[in-house]
């Protein structure tokens, strides 16, 4: 019997549409005699859905057909431990359940989806899932915790300083004075976004000031970095656990500005390019920089992966500067494409990455299964006597 497989995607993200590519390249991928993909829709609305016709990524052109001809679901755990989709229609829940679900494989990048939010509804379901934790999700996806971290670490990043939008608001002259001792040029970025949405680069105070007020527009926390000049933009992806973890080859990502925008990930491919996220940005593989420098970021990404407690594959992001000087930028826990193009030059197809990583996710389940989670007691028999209050 084949292993059913939900595929979760959408949701109420800035890469909504980039998380629908990825995870039908990846439905696409998966070794069909093995798993069974189950599609399930997170609309910009928050509504779930299921049916063949997620799966055909020409049909999104008219979406609200495609959802019509969809069934709207729920996900509810059985009296008997397993965990279903089950209809939902008109707000109340019919008796129709579609299917069971053993693993879920999360491809939802951004907010609600990538930062610990799904991760967590699906512990609480007691259902297995591919990728990182509550904790790896969440810290991986504030910029503000990972450098933290990193940095406690012995991790090398660039200089940075942050701050909430409400202060900004309450008073941008003393930010504006606080973050200009990193030094023009500057980048400025929400602490919680990715695909490069809301980022802009500063030169002097009044490009500072528009900066962040494009920031704020999307995170009520910003990060400002010290700008590298002649940089050399590395990506890196790493595929394990706490335990063992493998490095990627590294691609060169080239960008049409000193930023890589959104435009220059996912738009920069032709005609198809709207279709094949990751896949199509503009890239040297293997990364054009001299060996001493492949050898550290490798090195890096993987102790940036293990640091973090993270699982699945993820992609890390490096700055070099003209010394060769490696930093780590930042870490993509749910990656656009699953970095399956970074797999591919050491022999590793799509379809053995998706294999890997939903057995990645059934070992941690096995793992987990074994820990105690509470403890035998009969505090309130202890306390009975006492009252409500009972005694500390």
Known sequence: ?????????????????????????????????????????????????????????????????????????????????????????????????ITTIDVVFPVIHGTNGEDGSLQGY??????????????SSAVGMDKVMMKQILRDSGVPIVDYDWFYS?????????????????GFPLIVKPANLGSSVGISKAVDEEELEEAIN??????????VEKMIANLTEVNCSVIGDYETVESSVCEQVLSSDEILTYQDKYQSGGKTGDTKGMESVNRIIPAGITDEATKQ?????????????????SRIDFLLDDNNDVFVNE??????????YLWEPSGKDFTQLTTELIQLALKRQRERENINFSIDSNLFALHSKGGSKGKA
């Open 1 to 97: 019997m084949r292993t059913k497989v939900g595929v979760v995607f959408g949701g109420v993200s800035v890469e909504h549409e980039v998380s629908v590519i990825s995870a039908l390249q990846a439905i696409n991928a998966m070794d069909k005699d093995r798993y069974e993909a189950i599609p399930i829709y997170i609309s910009k609305k928050n509504e779930w859905y299921t049916g063949e016709g997620l799966m055909d990524i020409e049909q999104y052109k008219s979406l609200n057909n495609l959802l019509s001809k969809s069934d709207k679901i729920t996900l509810i755990r059985t009296t008997d431990g397993n965990v279903v989709l089950q209809k939902k229609e008109k707000g109340l829940f019919s008796k129709g359940i």
């Open 122 to 135: 699906l512990e609480l379901l007691g259902l297995p899932y591919v990728g990182c934790d509550v904790t």
């Open 214 to 223: 494009l920031a704020v527009e999307f995170s009520n926390k910003i990060v």
């Open 331 to 340: 870490i993509n826990t749910i990656p656009g494409s699953l970095s399956f």
């Open 297 to 313: 970021v490798k090195h890096l990404a993987e102790k940036t992966f293990q640091i973090l407690g993270c699982s699945g594959v």
């Open 166 to 182: 409400t202060e900004w608001l309450n008073d941008s002259e003393a930010i504006k004075e606080k973050v200009k001792k990193i």
